[in-house]
């Protein structure tokens, strides 16, 4: 019998919190052991539905460029919007109809094929302009290794009409682009109504060894960590003061970049990492000697899997605290997975850390 993640969950209690790989990675049983039960569910969802919907992908789609569009490193979705007019030989009259294109893309947890879907939705001004409308939009992805063309749809009134083309890149390490275009054909005539451009597709191996992956990178990489959470509020506590005292504000995310603190970056060496926790130890020791034998565990932050990581940086630049040692487990567990699998960033790309309430 297969088990779901929550079944999985309860057979996995009696394991540590956190568990490394060589790249400072759970591994997959770890990774569902530290969720919480809502995790659990968003992650048992994502597998039994791994692309998002429709409306859960573009219901704050908005008429921008692709570098603003709706989405986050799963996702995005640009809205274009157009009037379409065709001359009807027939009648000899000029019918119309507005058109909304939505161009959108939910990549899975793993691999390196996704569906590139549009949706496209026309509204009758004059006359019925769709009537025997040839609706024929075209991709173009020149570093795709996996590509098709869209089916074409000849319509007959206003509706909404959806299209899906299956894409992919097999690679260790690439990028690609995603243009699209809506080519509209009524009367033996073409009209390339609408274009629109993907953010930046990174597929990769290297932030999870043998797992392969796609991110639009080019959205920030943004870590949650709760204080109202039980597991994790001590950890959570302890990084709000941090980013407050911290020299640049390390590590503090906030929408506006001018209020943002300087990224952190994900450091993927065990080496320099054990050395890490190594020194924020010898500190917890040193600044707070009463505390030590006491059973808790020492947390640092900026965290030891990041180049700004205790050994690497000033002491002035460092803070630590002795806190529970499931709530400090409970954290890198989770830590762990957003940057092995949630976000999938790689060695020496950056990331913040959102407290939450």
């Known amino acids: 019998m297969k088990l779901t993640p929550l079944a999985l969950t309860v057979a996995l209690f009696a394991l540590p919190a956190y568990a490394q790989d060589e790249e400072g990675c759970p591994t997959d049983a770890e990774m569902v052991a530290s969720m919480t039960l809502n995790e659990l569910r968003q992650y048992e969802h994502s597998l039994q539905n791994p692309e998002m919907s429709f409306e859960e992908a573009c219901k704050d789609a908005t008429d921008k460029d692709e570098e603003e569009a709706t989405g986050s490193r799963m996702h995005y979705c640009v809205k274009r919007t157009a009037v379409y007019r065709s001359a009807n030989p027939e009648t000899g009259t000029t019918e119309s109809a507005n058109v909304t294109l939505y161009d959108y893309v939910s990549v899975q947890q793993k691999g390196t094929r996704w569906n590139h879907r549009l949706r496209v939705v026309f509204e009758a001004v004059e006359g019925n302009a769709m009537a025997g409308l040839i609706v024929a939009p075209e991709i173009f992805c020149g570093s795709c290794t996996e590509k098709q063309q869209f089916e074409p749809q000849t319509l ?163 803070s630590v605290k002795f806190i529970l040692g499931a709530d400090n487990q409970k954290v890198g567990g989770r830590l762990g997975t957003f940057l092995c699998n949630n976000a999938r960033v790689l060695d020496g790309e950056e990331f913040w850390v959102k407290v939450v309430d």
């Open 156 to 318: 007959a009134g206003p509706g909404t009409y959806d299209f899906a083309v299956a894409m992919g890149l097999d690679t260790d390490d690439g990028k690609v682009g995603e243009e699209t275009q809506l080519v509209l054909s009524r009367f033996n005539t073409d009209q390339s109504l609408l274009q629109a451009s993907a953010p930046q597709l990174r597929c990769d191996k290297l932030s999870k060894k043998k797992t392969s992956g796609c991110r639009f990178s080019g959205y920030p990489a943004v870590f949650d960590v709760s204080l109202s959470d039980s597991e994790t509020d001590e950890s959570a506590a302890h990084i709000k003061v941090a980013q407050e005292i911290l020299p640049g504000m390390i590590g503090r995310w906030n929408e506006d970049p001018a209020s943002r603190g300087k990224a952190l970056t994900r450091l993927i060496n065990d080496n320099v990492n054990t050395k890490n926790r190594a020194e924020s130890k010898r500190l917890c020791a040193a600044r707070f000697p009463d505390q030590v034998g006491t059973g808790l565990n020492c947390d640092e932050y900026p965290f030891a899997a990041t180049n700004q990581g205790a050994s690497l940086v000033p002491e002035t630049s460092m």
